[in-house]
């Protein structure tokens, strides 16, 4: 039996707000009850278990706060409270929250930004965190970790777009592994810019014995490798145009002949591309067939760039430092906090690829335990400019303070009580200093 989708209670009475969010509710999942009035809202809350409560502070019977503060006088089991509130009623916003409310958020607000706190505050853990938790924690993976399952269920062809380097295989191999029984079904990768177009051809559909000199014997392609699980075919664009039209071909009839054969082979599987060029600018210069983009291009995921998401930078450079002492059997380093704010500041060309690389030669190179911005950023490579400890304490303190915040909110997966918990402060502290610090930027959820 399929579980009950969670239920959200939405308290709005715009038309076009409420609207609005029961179609972006209902795109992530949730059901929604959507009342107009604190008094209708009061009353299905008496009979009605919600995951969450998504109120407008303004109301056209009741106050929200209002509300809030008669449905706790009357003891009820509450579920968590989320205000949407106006930018200039802040105060009341964070005394609802000393009251007991779960969060808020101010207007304008973006969609993408109150579902992570729906989700992060009613204990709901998106669709494929805990299956993914290698893509990183922050806001834009996580985005992407929770459309993995759904993906894996109902879509055979996923482009996969961004820089060399940022984890586009490592992407499709989370997907694959959300499939239902993927434990045992195959993931086979290739590079289709790595090889010439008559060695691509023989590594996509086979061969037979004897098709060609050096064909020793009957050899299976990776279509029929993957069958009954994933293909994952990197730097597609990459691809000549005579192989567009075989791999076009493969595609629409889910058939292959062997180089040399001349027998059909059905084969059924996930399809997965990845490339870190504009195929869309491509079909424009001819270089890309249209007809193949369309085919590939049913459902894009588009990862951003390291630089783009700073909240994974520490987490990944500590996850790199434990496997590194997993393997070598050595105690793990750290990184000096100037050298993580370096790491913080700094471009990253190359994105995930470019740090792991940073992190595991730094390793071999120190003997010690702590890796200094000297060591990273060795081989030329431009250090960033981080505050200097004797040229302005302040400045140095602060940084030091918010790289220490976004380090604890990367441990504690930007859940906010765990997080000030853990850093002894309050909740309230702990919101004071991530707008005080511009850590909002990097916060799932926060307001602009």
Known sequence: ???????????????????????????????????????????????????????????????????????????????PFIFITAFGAIDTAVRLMKQGAADYITKPFDLDALMEKIRLQAAITPPGMREAPGLGYSPAMRRIAAMLPRLARHANAILITGESGAGKEKVALELHQSAAGSGSDPFVAVNCGALTESLLEAELFGYEKGAFTGALRTKKGVFEQAHGGTLFLDEIGEMPLTMQVKLLRAIQDRRIVR?????????????????????????????????????????????PPLRERKGDI????????????????????TIHPAAELALLDYPWPGNVRELKHMIERACILVPGDVLETNVLFEDGLPAPTV????????????????????????????????????????????????RKLGIQAELPGVAQ
């Open 314 to 333: 520490l987490w990944f450079a500590g996850m790199f430092l434990e496997q590194f002492a997993v393997q070598h059997g050595m105690r793990r380093k």
């Open 387 to 434: 505050p200097a400890p004797d040229a302005d304490l302040s400045q140095y303190l602060q940084s030091c303070e918010r790289r220490y915040i976004i380090n604890a909110l990367n441990r504690h997966a930007w859940r906010m009580g765990d997080t000030a918990l853990a850093l002894g402060i309050s909740r309230k502290n702990l919101w004071e200093k991530i």
């Open 1 to 79: 039996m399929t579980a009950a989708p969670p239920r959200l209670c939405l308290v709005e009475d715009d038309e076009i707000m409420g609207e609005s969010l029961c179609d972006r509710f209902d795109l992530d999942g949730f059901a929604c009850d959507w009342h107009k009035t604190a008094s209708s809202a009061m009353a299905s809350l008496e009979r009605t278990h919600y995951a969450a409560v998504v109120s407008d502070v303004r109301l056209p019977d009741l106050p929200g706060d209002e509300m809030f503060a008669r449905l706790k006088a009357v003891k009820l089991p509450l579920p």
């Open 259 to 303: 180089v040399g054969g001349e027998t059909p082979i059905a084969v059924n599987l996930r399809l997965i591309c990845a490339t870190h060029r504009d195929l869309k600018q491509m079909v424009e210069q001819g270089t890309f067939r249209e007809d193949l983009f369309y085919r590939v291009n049913a459902i894009q995921l588009k990862i």
